[in-house]
């Protein structure tokens, strides 16, 4: 049996337009949780690919190399939304649409099936920590307006890894000199120093869901828990707002939210 769907609001819209991000309670059931989380963990053991290693990224805390210690452990999997049908069932879920077509201001949001898209598995000992960045630094889109519905299959918090955001974030103007070379906030910067000190922990429990603009900057922490942390996630647009041709962007085509419900 579903939850009662959580209503769209004008006071909640107006709280994503302020802060970047908005957390609804309790979208999925215990039942549903545990059912995703039996169908990704039969792609995790044995790996089913295409997946993404920590050893990949080589963010802090990851193993040096696919080698070593712990190279094998995978940071994603990715195309969530062709994987199996209780992932795809997922992006399909009631509740996106009124609340993307609210967010968005449009009447037909997009699912991109090239970014997100996957499942961020953050294990203990292996996982590494990602600093503060904002997803459009790597999607190419006519507009820098979409959003990602990230979902909670169990507890989330500062011991397992966590989303942290910086409230307001995705409308300040950053200058160049503020990112380095691979688009994180530097975070030596006496300019950058407020900005992060407002960071907030999103803290989830089972079921929730959390949907953040894409120029929101976050950033995790390693899982120092005992237990992997699953968390699917997929990424959204409005219809007019093209990936740009010859980018990833465009590498498989979107699918309007009409056809996922």
């Known amino acids: 049996m579903s939850n009662p769907l959580p209503e769209v609001t004008e006071a909640l819209v107006a709280q994503f337009r302020q802060t970047g991000y908005l957390v609804l309670s309790g979208v999925l059931t215990a039942p549903q949780c545990e059912q995703l989380r039996r169908a990704i963990s039969a792609d995790l053991g044995p790996l089913v ?11 802090p805390g990851a193993p040096f190399g696919r080698e070593s210690d712990g190279g094998n452990t995978p940071r994603r999997l990715l ?11 997922l992006a399909l879920h009631p509740v996106l649409g009124p609340w993307l077509r609210a967010l ?7 699912l991109s099936q090239c970014h997100h898209n996957c499942v961020m598995t953050k294990h203990p000992g292996y996982s590494s920590a990602t600093l503060w960045h904002q997803d459009i ?4 889109f006519d507009r820098p307006e979409l959003i990602s519905a990230w979902f909670a299959l169990g507890p989330e918090d500062g011991a397992n890894g966590a989303l942290r955001v910086i409230p307001g974030s995705h409308v300040e103007e950053i200058d160049r000199g503020r990112l380095d070379g691979a688009l994180f906030l530097r975070p030596e910067l006496e300019a950058n120093k407020p900005l992060i000190a407002s960071a907030e922990v999103v803290n989830l429990n089972p079921g929730d869901l959390l949907l953040f603009h894409c120029r929101l900057f ?9 237990a992997v942390k699953l968390s699917p996630v997929f990424t959204y647009h409005a219809q007019d707002n093209h990936p740009i041709p010859g980018t990833r962007s465009e590498r498989l085509p979107g699918i309007p939210l009409s056809q996922m419900q």
């Open 79 to 89: 195309h969530a939304y062709a994987r199996n049908e209780e992932l795809k069932e």
């Open 104 to 110: 968005l201001n449009h009447d037909l949001p997009m």
């Open 137 to 140: 630094r790597y999607w190419s």
């Open 49 to 59: 690919g295409p997946a993404e290693f920590e050893a990949d990224v080589g963010y």
């Open 218 to 226: 976050h950033a995790a922490g390693q899982n120092l828990s005992q």
